[in-house]
C-alpha cells in the first residue's frame, strides 16, 4: 500500500475531506510492513484571504495521517520538490537501533537536497496511541506535519471502552508570510522572530478569522457515543489550551503511551506533546466549538493571542429544526498566563500501574535551560543587532549554545570516527552556580559559549537530569523533547531545585512517561531514562524560534554487545552534505 505525499501548498477546501479518506486509506487490519512516498513541494494554499506558496506534503495540508498497528514496520520514500532542504522527523518514535531514520538535520542525517530522495525505515514497537511526523529543518514544520497513529497490535484492545469514531486533531500556527524567510529575517536581525497571524485545527483557523468560516473544521459526533479525540500540537512556539465547550475531556493518553484516566475540562499541550482524549455525546444536540488559544507563560513578550475554532456538531439525534444552524456554543478558556490550571493538569498525569523507574543512577544530571543576549559583533552593523540594548538572541543549556555542523551529521562523524565535527565534553552541571529563578542575574551570565558538544552514554546506563529553567532575559516554559527516548518525568516544581528537600517529591511509582516534558516557568522537571539505544540523540526546546538560538545538546549513547544492542549500519541512500 502506498501514497504520495507532496510537499506542497494544497488547496484549503480540500483538506479536511483529504485527511479523512486519508484516514481510511491508511487503516492497517494485520502488523506487516508499509510502503509509502513523501513527496515534498510548493503548493497555493489560501488562509485569512491570501494565497501563499506553502511547502507541503503530497499537496495536502496538513499532510496524510499515517494509521498502523504496534509492531508494523514503516518505510517511506521521501523526494524533496522544493527548493528548500528537508528532512522528515518521526516525533516520538523509540527508532530503537534505527537512529539514521530519526530525521533532525545535521544531527543523524545531511538533509535532502532539493531533487534528491531518502527512504526511512523504522518499526513502531511497544508504543501505542498519537504520535506525529514533521520537518525538521528551518522552519518547514510550520506546513510540513502530519499525524501518525499506533493502534494496539491486532487481537489486542484499548485498555478503555472502545470509541466509536476517533479523529486526530492538529494545533498549528499560520503565518500570512514564508516561515521561512520569518525565521532567516529574525536571524539576520538578531531579533525575535514576527509572530504567527493565527493558530488553526487540521490546517484551519476557524470562524474567528477573516475568511475563514467557510472552511472551518466539522468534526461529527452523535449523541450516546464515544469519540476519541488524538490531539497533537504542531505549532512552532507556543504552548495551547485545547478545550470543548460544556463537554468534558476523559485522559487516557499521551505521547504514546496510557495514562491513569482523569477528567477535565481543558488540557495544555507544548509544541511536539500529543494527548489523546475520550468524550461522550452527551449534551443536548447543537453545535459546540472546539477551541484552543495560547498558554503564555514569558512576562512582558508579544504573542499571537487568538483563538482558533472547530466545530463539534451532533448529527444523529432528535433535533429541533433550527438547532444544528445557530451559533455554535463557545467555550471559556484558560488566561493566557494561567500557569496554576497548566500545573493541575500535569500533575495528574501518572502510569496507570506500577512502572520501572531506574533507582541506581548511573549518570546524574543538572542542566540549566534558558535565554540569552550575545554582545553585537564589532563587525556587525546595528540593523543586526536587533534585540535589548543593541544584542543579539541567543539560548543555551548549561551556557552551551548549540552549534549544528554542516559538513557531516552528527551520527556520520561518530559512527566514522571524523575528528573536528564534536567534542563530548558537554558540561554534567552548569560552569556557574547562580540563583537561577532569581530577579538580579548577572549580565555576566547573559552571554552563552557557542559549541558543539556531546555527552557520552556507555549502553544500558541509567540517566537522571534536572532541567532547571532560568530567568535569564525571561523564564518561561520550555517544552524539552528528547530524540530516541521516552522518559519518566518524576517530579516538577518552581524555584531553584533542591536536592536536598525536593527529592521527597520524586514519584517513583507511577510517574508518567513521555518524550516532551513541560519545564515549569521558574520552575524545573526531573526525567529518568535509560541509555539502552544506541546513536546520536538530540535534545531540545521544541519551541523553534529557541533552538534556532542553540537551546539544544545532544547524547552519544555507545553501542552495546551483541547485534540487538548496536546501531544498525546507514542505508545506502542516506543523503550527504
Not at 475531506?17 to 510492513?33: M, Q, R
Not at 491486532?154 to 516561515?179: M, Q, S, V
Not at 537561577?436 to 557520552?456: C, D, E, I, M, W
Request: glycine content about 6%.
Amino acid at each position: 500500500m502506498g501514497v504520495s505525499i507532496n510537499l506542497k501548498m494544497a488547496n484549503s477546501c480540500l483538506v479536511f475531506g483529504l485527511l479523512l479518506l486519508l484516514h481510511s486509506t491508511f487503516s492497517l487490519a494485520n502488523p506487516k510492513v508499509h510502503h509509502h512516498e513523501f513527496v515534498v513541494q510548493a503548493t497555493k494554499v489560501k488562509r485569512l484571504c491570501k494565497t501563499h506558496n506553502s511547502i507541503t506534503v503530497n499537496g495536502l495540508f496538513p499532510g496524510p495521517t499515517l494509521e498502523v498497528n504496534s509492531g508494523d514496520t514503516l518505510i517511506v520514500k521521501v523526494t524533496n520538490k522544493a527548493r528548500y532542504n528537508v528532512t522528515i522527523h518521526w516525533h516520538g518514535v523509540r527508532q530503537m537501533r534505527t537512529g539514521w531514520a530519526d530525521g533532525p538535520e545535521f544531527v543523524t542525517q545531511c538533509p535532502i537536497r532539493p531533487g534528491s530522495s531518502y527512504t526511512y525505515r523504522f518499526t513502531l514497537e511497544g508504543q501505542e496511541g498519537t504520535l506525529w511526523w514533521h520537518a525538521h529543518s528551518s522552519w518547514l514544520r510550520a506546513t510540513v506535519y502530519g499525524a501518525l497513529i499506533i493502534h494496539p497490535r491486532e487481537g489486542t484492545a484499548y485498555p478503555f471502552a472502545h470509541p466509536k469514531r476517533e479523529t486526530p486533531i492538529l494545533l498549528g500556527e499560520w503565518w500570512d508570510a514564508n516561515p521561512v524567510d520569518v525565521v532567516r529575517e529574525a536571524t539576520r536581525t538578531g531579533a525575535a522572530p514576527n509572530n504567527s497571524n493565527a493558530y488553526t485545527i487540521n490546517g484551519q483557523p476557524g470562524d474567528l478569522y477573516n475568511c475563514s468560516t467557510k472552511d472551518t473544521v466539522i468534526v461529527p459526533i452523535s449523541s450516546g457515543e464515544t469519540h476519541l479525540l488524538r490531539v497533537i500540537n504542531a505549532a512552532l512556539n507556543q504552548p495551547l489550551f485545547f478545550t470543548v465547550a460544556n463537554h468534558k475531556f476523559t485522559v487516557v493518553g499521551a505521547d504514546a503511551l496510557y495514562l491513569k484516566p482523569f477528567t477535565t475540562s481543558v488540557i495544555m499541550l507544548g509544541p511536539g506533546q500529543t494527548t489523546d482524549v475520550l468524550i461522550s455525546g452527551d449534551q443536548p444536540p447543537a453545535k459546540y466549538y472546539m477551541a484552543a488559544r495560547a498558554y503564555q507563560s514569558a512576562q512582558n513578550v508579544p504573542f499571537d493571542n487568538t483563538t482558533t475554532t472547530a466545530v463539534l456538531e451532533y448529527n444523529s439525534a432528535p433535533c429541533s429544526v433550527n438547532c444544528l444552524t445557530t451559533k455554535p456554543i463557545m467555550p471559556p478558556l484558560p488566561a493566557f498566563n494561567d500557569t496554576p490550571t497548566v500545573t493541575a493538569f500535569n500533575n495528574r498525569l501518572k502510569s496507570p500501574r506500577k512502572v520501572d523507574v531506574p533507582m541506581k543512577i548511573d549518570h546524574n544530571l543538572f542542566f540549566t535551560i534558558g535565554l540569552g543576549l550575545n554582545n553585537c559583533p564589532k563587525n556587525f552593523r546595528p540593523r543586526r543587532c536587533q534585540g535589548p540594548n543593541g544584542t543579539r538572541f541567543t539560548a543555551s543549556m548549561n551556557n552551551v549554545s548549540f552549534v549544528l555542523p554542516t559538513n557531516f551529521s552528527l551520527l556520520q562523524a561518530a559512527r566514522q570516527n571524523i575528528p573536528g565535527v564534536f567534542t563530548t565534553d558537554f558540561p554534567a552541571k552548569p560552569p556557574v552556580k547562580f540563583d537561577y529563578t532569581g530577579n538580579n542575574v548577572s549580565r555576566s551570565l547573559f552571554q552563552p559559549v557557542a559549541g558543539t558538544k556531546l555527552y557520552k552514554l556507555k549502553y544500558g546506563s541509567t540517566v537522571q537530569i534536572v532541567l532547571q529553567d532560568t530567568s535569564i532575559v525571561t523564564p518561561e516554559n520550555h517544552p524539552i523533547h528528547l530524540h530516541g527516548y521516552d522518559f519518566y518525568i518524576v517530579a516538577e516544581g518552581f524555584g531553584n531545585f533542591d536536592a536536598k528537600k525536593d527529592t521527597a517529591k520524586f514519584n517513583l511509582v507511577d510517574p508518567p512517561m513521555r518524550n516532551t516534558v513541560g519545564v515549569p516557568v521558574n520552575g524545573w522537571a526531573v526525567i529518568r531514562f535509560v541509555a539502552d539505544n544506541p546513536g546520536v540523540w538530540l535534545m531540545h526546546c521544541h519551541l523553534d524560534v529557541h533552538i534556532n538560538w542553540g537551546l539544544a545538546m545532544a547524547f552519544l549513547v555507545e553501542d552495546g554487545i551483541g547485534e540487538l544492542q548496536k546501531l544498525e549500519p546507514p542505508p545506502n541512500d542516506l543523503p550527504i552534505c
